[in-house]
């Protein structure tokens, strides 16, 4: 799997001091130019696929791009984190479209807490 930044669509998150995408980027591998308005992600091997950049892109740029082992030709899966959910779309390449949403999980619910650990 690899991401595709769509710099049509990326906008390095506006008048932001810094786009959504590399400040979550755990292994900061994202980052702007001055030259440029899009997000940059320089070495692609080096990008573990977390998707982290995918689910907290503002405007839906940054694709999660399946290989052809698991997907057709084209496919594409983009994410959308939303109040209480995030939505997955699986893009084909037909232009059909697969919508999943996942709830997200309130990590104050002490409903969620381990036996035994402690919030702190």
Known sequence: MSIFIDEDIC???GKAEEAMCVM??????LFMKPDR???ILERLPDC?????CVKHCPVGAIDLKLPLEISDEGMA?????LHTRTRWTLEHAD?????LDIPIADTRDPSLEIKGESKE
Not at 24 to 29: A, S
Not at 48 to 52: E, G, I, L, P, T
């Open 48 to 52: 573990w696929d977390c998707a982290a």
């Open 37 to 39: 308005k899009a997000a």
């Open 77 to 81: 899966l983009r994410a959308k984190v």
């Open 24 to 29: 979550v980027c755990p292994g900061d591998l």
């Open 11 to 13: 906008n390095g998150c």
């Open 95 to 99: 232009g059909r479209q697969e919508i």
